[in-house]
């Protein structure tokens, strides 16, 4: 694997490496002894796995709040996204900064999230699915999320969004008093 900085502080594109021959290819997708070399011990405690059928997709922008914030990494394996990040952490040189990167299938990349970062991506194909490492648990009453479309962030989408749940489409809007999380 090789990790690339992202120009948000502790964010990583995690680029795998196959070793291949006429069968296909192998890669390596997690090393305890690589993840720690960039800081990373925490245990990945769940992985999900979405799939969204249609092309313009938008899902986020999500995060959890304290105590229960998370590390996540995010790898698509059919398809491709455009994923984004949002660095929330009112400390950070990066705070409320945001850093988009196409995912796909044939990229064979990953993103790895440090904590207090909002999360979400739009689908750029049809039948498009992700797999989500965590650190922590889903935890229902820690949710917690940031509108897609905030004029303060100003993400440009590639695409016009397709499908949205009512839930993502009502998140509220940071304001120029937002503390960070």
């Known amino acids: 694997?090789?990790?690339?900085?992202?120009?948000?502080?502790?964010?990583?594109?995690?680029?795998?490496?196959?070793?291949?021959?006429?069968?296909?290819?192998?890669?390596?997708t997690y090393c305890k002894k690589e993840f720690a070399a960039i800081g990373h011990t925490d245990e990945w405690v769940q992985l999900n796995h979405s799939?969204?059928?249609?092309?313009?997709?938008l899902r986020g922008m999500h995060y959890q709040v304290?105590?229960?914030?998370?590390?996540?990494?995010?790898?698509?394996?059919?398809?491709?996204?455009?994923?984004?990040?949002?660095?929330?952490?009112?400390?950070s040189p990066t705070f409320l900064q945001h850093y988009g990167v196409e995912l796909s299938?044939?990229?064979?990349?990953?993103?790895?999230?440090?904590?207090?970062?909002?999360?979400?991506f739009q689908t750029?194909?049809?039948?498009?699915e992700l797999l989500y490492h965590h650190s922590e648990y889903y935890n229902p009453g820690?949710?917690?999320?940031?509108?897609?479309?905030d004029p303060l962030l100003n993400i440009e989408w590639p695409l016009p969004v397709s499908e949205i749940s009512?839930?993502?489409?009502s998140h509220p809007l940071l304001t120029s008093s937002f503390k960070g999380i």
Request: glycine share 8%; with cysteine.
């Open 105 to 120: 299938a044939e990229n064979k990349q990953m993103l790895y999230i440090p904590r207090g970062f909002a999360h979400g």
């Open 166 to 169: 009512g839930r993502d489409k």
């Open 124 to 128: 750029l194909e049809d039948n498009t």
């Open 142 to 149: 820690a949710e917690a999320a940031v509108k897609y479309d």
């Open 1 to 28: 694997m090789i990790f690339t900085p992202t120009p948000l502080s502790g964010s990583y594109l995690v680029s795998l490496t196959p070793l291949g021959d006429k069968r296909g290819w192998f890669a390596r």
């Open 51 to 57: 799939y969204s059928a249609s092309r313009g997709t």
């Open 66 to 91: 304290k105590p229960y914030t998370e590390i996540k990494m995010i790898r698509c394996v059919v398809g491709a996204v455009y994923d984004v990040i949002v660095d929330l952490r009112s400390d």
